[in-house]
C-alpha cells in the first residue's frame, strides 16, 4: 500500500524546502480562483491497493456508514491543531485530501433547548427560560460555546519560495505537513480495514412519512 508520510532531515533548510515545493498540490476551491493547498491523491486506484480491495472498495463507499470512521480521524485531525488546520475532500468524486485553514471562534449562542437543541443567544437570566420553537425549557450554556469554520478559498504557502522563513518556522510547516501525510496514511489503511471486514449488501426498512389530508369534522357534546 503507497505511503504518503515521509521522513525529512529536519536540520537541513534545502531538504525541508524540496519536501514543501515537491510536494502535490489541490485546488482548495476550484481551478479558477487559482487558490491551491498541500494535498494527496486519495483514489482508490492510486492506493497501490489490490485488485481485489480496489473491488470492495468501490462497492463499500456507496453504502452507508462507510465514511464515519473516516471523518472521524479528520476530525481527530483538526482538534489536534486547534482547527487552525483542517483537512477535506475534494475533486469532482472526492478523491483529494486537502489541507485547508480554520479556526475554531465563540458562535455567541448562550443557551439551548433541552428537549429540540434550538440555540438561542440570550441566557435564560435575561427571559422567560423558554424555548421559542417548542417552548420547552432552556438550559445555559456551562462553558462557552464554539463554533467551528473552515476557509476553503484560502490557499496555503501558494506562491512561497521559503528563502526568508526562520529554519523554527520552516520546521514547523513541516512538521504540518508530515501530520497530514500521518492523517492519510490512516485514511487508507481504515480504507483496507473495511473492505477486509464488511461487504456490501442490502437492508430493507421502512419509512413513515406525512402528507395533509381531510379529515372528518368530529362533532363534541
Request: glycine share 8%.
Amino acid at each position: 500500500m503507497r505511503k504518503f508520510h515521509q521522513s525529512i532531515d529536519k536540520r537541513s533548510r534545502k531538504a525541508m524546502t524540496e519536501y514543501l515545493k515537491g510536494h502535490y498540490r489541490y485546488n482548495t476551491m476550484n481551478s479558477w480562483n487559482r487558490s491551491s493547498s498541500y494535498a494527496h491523491n486519495m483514489k482508490f486506484h492510486s492506493l497501490g491497493l489490490e485488485r481485489e480491495t480496489q473491488s470492495k472498495l468501490y462497492e463499500l463507499f456507496q453504502c452507508d456508514g462507510f465514511y464515519e470512521p473516516i471523518y472521524d480521524l479528520i476530525h481527530d485531525f483538526g482538534c489536534e491543531h486547534n482547527w487552525l488546520w483542517q483537512a477535506g475532500f475534494n475533486g469532482r468524486s472526492g478523491g483529494y485530501l486537502v489541507l485547508y485553514q480554520g479556526e475554531r471562534v465563540p458562535s455567541g449562542y448562550k443557551s439551548f433547548c433541552l428537549k429540540c437543541g434550538q440555540l438561542n443567544w440570550t441566557s435564560i437570566s435575561e427571559n422567560s427560560g423558554k424555548c421559542g420553537v417548542c417552548k420547552h425549557e432552556r438550559r445555559d450554556f456551562t462553558t462557552m460555546h464554539m463554533v467551528v469554520n473552515t476557509f476553503p478559498g484560502r490557499g496555503t504557502d501558494v506562491y512561497e519560495d521559503f528563502e526568508d522563513w526562520a529554519i523554527s518556522r520552516l520546521r514547523e510547516r513541516v512538521e504540518l505537513v508530515q501530520s497530514f501525510g500521518r492523517l492519510a496514511d490512516a485514511i487508507a489503511a481504515e480504507a483496507v480495514y473495511l473492505a477486509n471486514e464488511y461487504e456490501a449488501g442490502e437492508k430493507e426498512y421502512t419509512v413513515i412519512k406525512t402528507r395533509p389530508v381531510m379529515l372528518k369534522k368530529v362533532e363534541t357534546v
